[in-house]
């Protein structure tokens, strides 16, 4: 067996879809917050795996 997961951070949800740009700001804060998840995510999952 192959064991994985994919985990994806969104950092502009409606690309292309809104009336205004983005700012670089904006996508790097959405990134920020993503990423802290994504870490939170995978230290609460690690101590669960078993080798």
């Known amino acids: 067996d192959i064991c994985y997961a994919t985990l994806a ?3 502009n949800p409606a ?3 809104s009336d205004h740009e983005i700012s670089l700001n ?3 804060a959405n990134l920020k917050k993503g990423m802290k998840q994504v870490r939170n995510l995978i230290e609460a ?3 669960l795996c078993v080798v």
Do not use: L, N, S
Request: proline residues 8%; contains cysteine.
């Open 45 to 47: 999952c690690v101590p």
């Open 15 to 17: 690309a292309g879809k």
């Open 26 to 28: 904006e996508i790097d």
């Open 9 to 11: 951070v969104v950092v």
